[in-house]
């Protein structure tokens, strides 16, 4: 079974700084993609970024970047410039090619931008 | 149409009653799917529809779950005998569902049940 460790629960960053989110995944699969979530406070989930497990070029929207590292399966985000505004909870989640698009999340990192 | 639509809100009920929740998918989304989360936790996947058609159930969907999507638009989550351990977010969302590249999930913004 796939499983997906987001080992910090909870993170701090002072406004217009750079902060990484660690996660790691693990899967006997080759083709997969990977996505950071975000779900700020009783909001709904939204999609930060995705990456598909076969393309070696990592991902980057606006100021969110990944660092993909297949072999090691570990899939960070980094967020530069921090704004207020990115306070919420970050989910990374996983999916199977082949899954029909089921998503496992992994437990989610607290972040918390300061002024 | 501006998103996953989930109803209600909040759902407040006592142990053994029965709930219905409502989904209403992105207009034109061929998939449909349900998550619970519980608080401090990942979401979890419970099942999902292509179409009308319930393709996939987690082994979290116990017997007292049952999910219907009869036309292949909006979606019903019912519990029944509701325990105090159901108490969780449910999510709701969907997707295009066309195959292909990766299919992005939209999601809703759940339904609170809280079980006394």
């Known amino acids: 079974a796939q499983t997906v460790t987001q080992s910090q629960p909870e993170m701090s960053v002072q406004e217009a700084e750079t902060v990484t989110l660690s996660c790691t995944y693990d899967?006997?699969?080759?083709?997969?993609?990977l996505f950071w979530y975000k779900q700020p406070p009783s909001r709904q989930m939204i999609l930060v970024i995705r990456?598909?497990?076969?393309?070696?070029q990592n991902a980057t929207e606006n100021r969110f970047s990944v660092n993909f590292q297949k072999a090691a399966k570990s899939f960070s985000l980094k967020i530069s410039d921090s704004q207020l505004g990115d306070t919420a909870m970050y989910f990374c989640?996983?999916?199977?090619?082949?899954?029909?698009?089921?998503?496992?999340f992994g437990e989610g990192t607290q972040l918390t931008v300061n002024p | 149409d501006t998103g996953v639509s989930q109803d209600p809100r909040h759902k407040i009920t006592k142990r053994g009653q029965n709930v219905t929740f409502r989904c209403d998918p992105i207009?034109?989304?061929?998939?449909l799917y349900w998550y619970r989360q519980t608080l401090g936790q990942g979401p979890e996947f419970l099942t999902y529809?292509?179409?009308?058609?319930?393709?996939?159930k987690s082994r979290l969907l116990s017997d007292r779950f049952s999910a219907e999507r009869p036309k292949g638009s909006f979606s019903t989550l019912e519990i029944q005998r509701t325990e105090q351990g159901d108490s969780a977010m449910y999510l709701c969302?969907?997707?295009?569902?066309?195959?292909?590249?990766?299919?992005?999930?939209?999601f809703g913004a759940g339904t609170r049940l809280s079980v006394l």
């Open positions: 899967t006997s699969e080759s083709n997969y993609y």
């Open positions: 990456q598909e497990a076969y393309k070696q």
């Open positions: 969302a969907s997707s295009l569902g066309t195959g292909g590249s990766v299919d992005i999930q939209y």
């Open positions: 989640a996983f999916e199977e090619e082949t899954s029909g698009s089921r998503l496992t």
């Open positions: 529809f292509q179409n009308e058609a319930q393709l996939e």
């Open positions: 207009s034109e989304h061929n998939r």
